[in-house]
Nanobody, 116 residues
Framework: QVQLVESGGGLVQPGGSLRLSCAAS????????MNWYRQAPGKEREVVAT????????DYADSVKGRFTIVRDNAKNTVYLQMNSLKPEDTALYYC?????????WGQGTQVTVSS
């Protein structure tokens, strides 16, 4: 069964940190580009971070550069998003995405809420 399962979301105070995990199964994870997206209420889904198949290159949205880090462990079929210095505007449902065109796989999402 092809699936992505996110975990690690929760409620955190501004300035705090969270680490999201996304466990993959049922497909050749190490061949896929992995992305983290987020969608806040009333807003469009946006890409937050991207990592290429071998982990050698990453890219980030301007809004999270210097605060978020995406890494992957191909031996564990898992991708992570380390989020530091969290802000209220980071509040959103965070989705894991695996892409090897034309294939595009989505997880169910994990909620991140940044509030005092």
């Amino acid at each position: 069964q092809v699936q992505l399962v996110e975990s690690g979301g929760g409620l955190v105070q501004p300035g705090g940190s969270l680490r999201l995990s996304c466990a993959a199964s049922g497909f050749a994870f190490s061949r896929y580009v992995m992305n983290w997206y987020r969608q806040a209420p009333g807003k469009e889904r946006e890409v937050v971070a991207t990592i290429v198949a071998n982990g050698g290159s990453t890219d980030y949205a301007d809004s999270v550069k210097g605060r978020f880090t995406i890494v992957r462990d191909n031996a564990k079929n898992t991708v992570y998003l380390q989020m530091n210095s969290l802000k209220p505007e980071d509040t959103a449902l965070y989705y894991c995405n695996a892409r090897l065109l034309p294939l595009n796989i989505w997880g169910q999402g994990t909620q991140v809420t940044v509030s005092s």
